[in-house]
């Protein structure tokens, strides 16, 4: 599984930013895809996941009401609204064969990193 993300950047606090992923390769019907997030210092962030459907999705506390998961089929996007400096970090799409998977360990294909860097 191939996992390409894209649609980082930089905004002002506040401001909203959409990041999409798109899976190519084996079929991914059965893989949830999820978000993490890595600061800078910190450990890899478990941000949302969307199951193989995109009918049920799981939040981090952090981000619950502000950033929304989609799914369609072998793409997933992330909504991330009323951003803040916090959220600063590179955002990662990764699949899992398991059901609402939060940690690292737990997913088996990672993408390439896009940055999003808020201001205030």
């Known amino acids: 599984v191939q996992l390409q993300a894209s649609g980082g950047g930089s905004v002002q606090a506040g401001d909203s930013l959409r990041l999409s992923c798109e899976a190519s390769?084996?079929?991914?019907?059965?893989?949830?895809l999820g978000w993490f997030r890595r600061a800078p210092g910190k450990e890899r962030e478990f941000v949302a996941v969307?199951?193989?459907?995109?009918?049920r999705t799981y939040y981090a506390g952090s981000v619950k009401g502000r950033f929304t998961i989609a799914r369609d089929n072998a793409k997933v996007s992330l909504q991330m609204n009323s951003l803040k400096p916090e959220d600063t970090a590179v955002y990662y799409c990764?699949?899992?064969?398991?059901?609402?998977?939060?940690?690292?360990?737990?997913?088996?294909?990672w993408g390439q990193g896009t940055q999003v860097t808020v201001s205030s």
């Open positions: 990764a699949s899992s064969t398991l059901i609402y998977p939060s940690r690292p360990s737990e997913y088996n294909y």
């Open positions: 969307a199951s193989w459907s995109g009918g």
């Open positions: 390769g084996r079929t991914l019907s059965a893989y949830s």
